[in-house]
């Protein structure tokens, strides 16, 4: 008898701490129902990429040596570098350049690598085509850029959570001549300086505010 | 519209406003026979609320979109009217001029008559929503007794078109969906049989009649709150809706039963799912929220106002604010399931087939018990 009544207790408490949790799970859409939709409605709106954005590479061919260093240290020996040997001058001679961004996984270790810095990364992440083919970009094509996301006029650019002011979620509606929270690279490589001049700097010192100065100019 | 009117109906509560009737006098004062003009006047309420029916449903499936985008922080549907309100109608006309295909090997008759036989009942179940004293196709004695019936054809259907594709998941949907439906019927129907006790009638008409006592606290809900859970449940799942979307779970079985179907065959099965959903909610709310029953009963507030119940005017507005009420209520419930979508994860079928058989149908003959016992020890207050 009692253990039948005990049944009915348990069951009666599992029923109540499902419909307590039940209500719980409701008030929490609910909630969301009065939030404001983090929707970017991408062809009107984009996100702004972060300043080391890996997009589309960037090559310029006047800078090029064509030591093929980027090849070697391309993950598949990517990019073609054509050259001919000029027997006169003994130089290479630079004929043809390309990336084909259809196999490209946008490591970045070609420019990271590349002597002359004539590769770069640029914010470009459009890169959807009908033919796979016209994916494989020669010099001129390298050579373009892009339109940035914030001076299109036909774009709204929205800011990435990371880079909006303190206290702000939604990009919204957000003044651009806000500053982001925290401080940016050049304020820290400003304050860097600063302690460096204070502590009278010795080499290690003028080591890190030059790795710094590197990574702001990026 | 009605063509019989209950007899034993609450001296309380007017007749209200008799449109047939009107109808038909107008259409004799132009020299038509009786018979005639009950030819004219038959196809019209059927014609209405089958276009009620159907704006109902491009209602529905928008705020099942906006809210839905809502809950998830999105924005929905925007671009298709003003804030998006043709999208239904545009996801319809695409439906509309799609290929409809018959898979290889599929038994061409059954697929096609499955989601017939899916939509029709669901539809004909609308014959007894009433949206006033008079505002119902048909008021039949059998009133809910003939939703139950109909409803119990609509597996039938389902298992038709998931055994006719010729396709595995097709198959276990529909297996699925037949046992879903019938262990939720039985709790389903023994829910409604408690209210039908408490107003000795299967009419929905009388089932509203008798709950419009004093607005708001006459209503079923405070007298059958456990019934009104188990029913809304139940109704749940068999319309499908999330908790117990099992015949459809497309994680695991791509699309149940529908998988195979394409345009106008998968725009019925579409069509009767939100229908059924609408239905099942107009019916709660006349089961169990006084139906087209205003919160202060109409005749109080008449009386406040020293205006007659049976004034041309105020029975114009008695009738429209029944037909606001019912559906308000409705939508307020199509709203819950929604919101109930996004909160709660799909059920296991065992524990679907738990809940109905171990859990459901003891409370609800547990329930239909004790509301029998208060019938019998306090007539007044359970409709002796």
Known sequence: MFGFLKQVGDYTRDAVDAARNLTQGLAVTFDHMKRRPVTVQYPYEKLIPSERYRGRIHYEFDKCIACEVCVRVCPINLPVVDWVMNKETKKKELRNYSIDFGVCIFCGNCVEYCPTNCLSMTEEYELAAFDRHSLNFDNVALGRLPTSVTTDPAVQPLRELAYLPAGEVHPHGVDPARPRAGQRPDQVLASLKRDAAGTAGNEGESATSTNNSKESAE | ?384
Do not use: H
């Open chain 2, 1 to 384: 519209m009605v063509t019989f009117f209950a007899t034993n109906a609450p001296a309380l509560v007017s007749p209200g406003l008799d449109l047939e009737q009107s109808f038909s006098q107008t259409l004799e004062g132009f020299g038509l026979s009786d018979q005639a003009a009950r030819l004219i006047w038959l196809p019209l309420p059927m014609l209405l609320v089958l276009v009620a029916a159907v704006v109902g449903v491009l209602v529905t499936v928008w705020l099942e979109r906006k809210i839905s985008a809502a809950v998830q922080q999105r924005i929905g549907p925007e671009y298709a009217g003003a804030l998006g309100v043709l999208q239904p109608l545009a996801d319809g006309l695409k439906l509309l001029v799609k290929e409809d295909i018959i898979p290889a090997r599929a038994d061409g008759l059954l697929f096609t008559l499955g989601p017939v036989l899916v939509v029709v009942p669901v539809i004909l179940s609308w014959l007894i929503v009433p949206f006033g004293q008079n505002l119902l196709i048909s008021n039949v004695g059998v009133g809910i007794f003939l939703w139950i019936s109909l409803s119990s054809v609509q597996p039938i259907g389902l298992l038709m078109s998931g055994y006719a594709s010729n396709n595995k998941y097709s198959l276990l949907g529909g297996l699925r969906a037949a046992a879903q439906s019938i262990s939720y019927e039985i709790p389903l129907a023994l829910a409604v049989l408690a209210v039908v006790m408490m107003s000795n009638s299967l009419s929905t008409v009388d089932i509203v009649s008798q709950q419009t006592g004093a607005g708001i606290l006459s209503w079923n809900i405070w007298r059958q709150p456990v019934g009104f859970l188990i029913f809304w449940i139940c109704a749940l799942a068999e319309c499908e809706r999330l908790p117990f979307d099992l015949p459809e779970a497309e994680e695991e079985l791509v699309a149940g039963y529908q998988t195979e179907y394409a345009g106008m065959k998968f725009a019925l099965f579409y069509l009767g799912s939100y229908i059924n959903l609408v239905l099942s909610a107009l019916l709660v709310s006349v089961l169990y929220l006084g139906g087209w029953g205003f919160p202060v009963p109409v005749e109080w507030l008449a009386g406040w106002l020293g205006q007659s119940v049976d004034a041309p005017l105020v029975q114009v507005i008695t009738g429209a604010t029944g037909i606001v009420m019912t559906v308000l209520k409705a939508y307020l419930l199509v709203f819950i399931a929604i919101l109930l979508r996004w909160t709660t994860p799909r059920v296991r079928i065992d524990q679907l087939l738990d809940l109905g058989w171990k859990f459901l149908l003891p409370l609800a003959l547990v329930n239909l018990l004790v509301t029998a016992a208060l019938k019998l020890a306090f007539p007044v207050a359970f409709g002796g």
